[in-house]
Every structure is written in structure tokens, then in C-alpha cells.
């Protein structure tokens, strides 16, 4: 019985049939997903994994991705905190959302003009209150998230698995403690059945995520009523943290457009120049001017030369300003309004 085994399996010497990329991965070797392989190395393959962050994985079928629901509410949602007027934004897109605060705080001790800002709302229609974080606002906020990383590192998190950078952990924290923790407190007390969305652009996306651990981890919320949707934001933390975030949140998803550098960018801990970043999941990828009805890619795959991160050369920032064809801070700022044609790419 051994040896008929042997014989038939001998063909494969170099192949070891494991039951799956997990178990693969697991023992040391490489996944190879167009034909199901395991093998030491591969002389071509074409989507290899080699750690189990990777494993091709869909997301929650209770959670699918909803391409109408983030062009008609969460856009809207990342867009409004540029600006001074929420509520115009609101009132113009989504007249059953109402404001209840916007928080502002000073989170640098460097530079004059650089703020964390972040705001609360809630939604009786749909049974939704909304924590929503800023996206930095000028070239010094990006410079002083900058040396942020590279002077402070990565470090724990709420006492939780894996490291997270400690410059958008304290920018969290002086948010949180800044009114935002008390602000959702008050609207928990009110509407204690409601789940909890939890977004943002670019840095906001990076609080975005730390706001949905902190409610995770505080007990708060449970994640399954959260719903964390992040656009174009950079890595924050390591494997552990990825592992952590994307085993824990079932409803997630992480929105990049097109050539956008900053998803894509930060793939070290440049404090060390060792410790290697990942996103957690599920990005989606929409790799043109994400104009209405046009496709998009949910990624199988967490992190690596997969999905967005397959291109790496002609990277652009006005990728990263223009999300559902409309120029984000801009359309914020001129409260949302109705008409987006003036705010589309060129
Ligand atoms: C598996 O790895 C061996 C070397 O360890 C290599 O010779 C062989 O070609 C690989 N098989 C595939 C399918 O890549
Ligand atoms: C933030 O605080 C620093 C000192 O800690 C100060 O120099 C800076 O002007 C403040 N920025 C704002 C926007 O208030
Ligand atoms: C402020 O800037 C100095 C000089 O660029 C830098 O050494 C320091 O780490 C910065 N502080 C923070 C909190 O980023
Ligand atoms: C990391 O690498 C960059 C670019 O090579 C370098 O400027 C920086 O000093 C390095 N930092 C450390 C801590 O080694
Ligand atoms: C929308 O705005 C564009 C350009 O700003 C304008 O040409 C167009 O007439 C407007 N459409 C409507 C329906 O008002």
C-alpha cells in the first residue's frame, strides 16, 4: 500500500499536495493560486503566497462590498469633514443624516497650522451613527505624519497583538480625548440598537482604523455591528496588527483608486528599516475613474504585489485627491453639492 503510494506520487517528487494555502504556508512553503500547488519554490506561478495573510480569502458573505452605498453615503461621509459646513453636506446628499459634533484638535507640537479633526453623526433612518476622521489637510500635516513615523516608530495599541504607528495612535487618542469618545458615549446612551460606521480618507482612514480597534477592544461595540470603510489609506501597523484586524472586523473594506501612491506607500517601518507593514483586509481596487457603473476588483489577497499594489510605477497623487470621480476636500468644502460634474477628474 506504501509503495503503490510512493510510485504514483513519485512522478511529483518535489511537489507536496498539502490540503490547502494555509496548511502550506503554514509548513514554510508557497501557495501557487492558479493551480493549487505547494511547493518549495516555483519556477512560474503567477499569484504565489507565502504567508497566510495572503491566503485567497472572500470576504463575509453577510458583509458584501456595496459600490452604491459607498458613491451615495460613505463618499459623502470622507468628504464632509474638509469643510466647515457638515450639515450642507448632509443636507444636500443624505437628508436623513444630522451632525451631532465636529472635533478639532491641535496634534503637533512642530507646526502651527496642523490639526486632527474628526466629527460624530447619526442616522434614524438608517439606524447608523457615524464616526468619520479627516484626511490630512496640507503639506506639513503630511510632513509631520512624515517624521512622525520615522522618529517614533510603530508600538502597541490598547494593550492588543502588533504595533501600529504611534503618530496616528496619539493623533487618535488627543480625537478621542478630545470630545469624539464622549460625543459617541452620548449617542450610544440614545441609540444603543444602532450600529456604528467608522470612516475616513487617507490619514482618516489610518483613525479609522484605530476608532473601530478601540471600540472592538474597549468592548464598546461588537465588531460584526461595525462597519470600517477606509479610502487611500497608508499602512499603519505590522503583520500582527493585519492578522489581528482582519480576523476580528468581518465588515471592512479598504477603497483605492486607481494609481493612488499613498495606499501603496510605507511598506517598512522606517523607524527600524526592518519590521515590514501590512494592510489589513479587504481592499478593493477600482483601477479607473471609479465613474459610476464602471468595475471594480475585491481582493482575494491582503497585502503584497497583488491587486493595486501589481503596479508600481507611474504612482500619482491626483489619484489620490479624486475618489468616485470627485475631487474630495474640494466638494467638502463647497458643502457637497448636488451637481458633482464641476468636481470630476480630468
Ligand atoms: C518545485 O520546486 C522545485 C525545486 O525545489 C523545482 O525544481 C520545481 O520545478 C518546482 N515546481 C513547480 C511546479 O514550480
Ligand atoms: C499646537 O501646539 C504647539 C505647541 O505645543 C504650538 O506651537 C502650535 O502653534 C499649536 N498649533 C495650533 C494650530 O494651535
Ligand atoms: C519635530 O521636528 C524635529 C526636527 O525636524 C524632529 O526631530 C522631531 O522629532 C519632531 N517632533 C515630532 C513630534 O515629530
Ligand atoms: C532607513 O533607511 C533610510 C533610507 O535608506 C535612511 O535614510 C534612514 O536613515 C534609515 N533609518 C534607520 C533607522 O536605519
Ligand atoms: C452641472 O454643472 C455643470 C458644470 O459645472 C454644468 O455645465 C451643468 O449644466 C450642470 N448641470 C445641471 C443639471 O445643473
Known amino acids: 500500500m506504501i509503495l503503490r503510494f510512493l510510485l504514483i506520487f513519485g512522478f511529483l517528487p518535489t511537489i507536496i499536495l498539502a490540503q490547502n494555502c494555509v496548511s502550506c504556508v503554514g509548513s514554510g512553503n508557497i501557495w501557487c493560486v492558479e493551480t493549487s500547488q505547494c511547493n518549495s519554490t516555483f519556477v512560474s506561478c503567477q499569484t504565489p503566497i507565502s504567508i497566510q495573510l495572503n491566503c485567497p480569502t472572500q ?7 456595496d459600490d452604491h452605498f459607498m458613491r451615495t453615503q460613505q463618499i459623502v461621509l470622507a468628504s464632509a469633514s474638509h469643510g466647515e459646513i457638515v450639515q450642507t453636506c ?27 479633526r474628526g466629527f460624530t453623526a447619526y ?20 510632513q509631520q505624519l512624515a517624521d512622525g513615523m520615522a522618529n517614533g516608530g510603530l508600538q502597541s495599541y490598547f494593550g492588543n497583538t502588533g504595533t501600529i504607528f504611534k ?6 487618542m488627543l480625537l478621542w480625548n478630545g470630545g469624539m469618545y464622549q460625543d459617541l458615549k452620548n449617542l450610544k446612551y440614545k441609540y444603543p440598537d444602532f450600529e456604528v460606521w467608522v470612516n475616513g480618507h487617507s490619514l482618516g482612514g489610518m483613525l479609522s482604523w484605530v476608532a473601530s480597534s478601540y471600540l472592538a477592544i474597549s468592548g464598546l461595540y461588537k465588531p460584526e455591528n461595525i462597519r470600517v ?3 487611500a489609506a497608508p499602512r499603519i501597523g ?36 526592518t519590521t515590514v507593514l501590512f494592510h489589513p483586509r479587504t481592499q478593493v481596487w477600482y483601477n479607473n475613474y471609479m465613474r459610476v457603473n464602471d468595475e471594480y476588483q475585491i481582493c482575494a489577497e491582503a497585502d503584497g504585489n497583488y491587486c493595486s499594489d501589481a503596479v508600481t510605477e507611474g504612482l500619482s497623487f491626483e489619484d489620490h485627491i479624486y475618489y468616485f470621480n470627485i ?6 468644502r463647497d458643502g457637497c453639492p448636488k451637481n458633482i460634474s464641476a468636481y470630476a477628474q480630468p
Request: hydrophobic share 30%; aromatic share 14%; charged share 15%.
Open 238 to 273: 505590522d503583520y500582527n496588527f493585519a492578522v489581528w484586524y482582519t480576523s476580528t472586523f468581518p465588515n471592512s473594506y479598504h477603497i483605492i483608486h486607481r494609481n493612488d501612491q499613498i495606499p501603496r506607500s510605507v511598506k517598512i517601518d522606517p523607524h527600524t528599516n
Open 327 to 332: 475631487n474630495m476636500p474640494q466638494w467638502g
Open 59 to 65: 470576504p463575509d458573505p453577510r458583509y458584501p462590498y
Open 90 to 116: 448632509f443636507d444636500n446628499q443624505i437628508p436623513s443624516m444630522k451632525l451631532y459634533q465636529v472635533r478639532t484638535v491641535n496634534c503637533s507640537s512642530n507646526y502651527t497650522d496642523v490639526t486632527c
Open 167 to 172: 503618530v496616528v495612535y496619539d493623533s487618535f
Open 123 to 142: 442616522d434614524i433612518t438608517q439606524k447608523a451613527i457615524v464616526l468619520s476622521f479627516r484626511g490630512s489637510h496640507g503639506p506639513d500635516q503630511s
Open 229 to 231: 470603510v477606509a479610502m
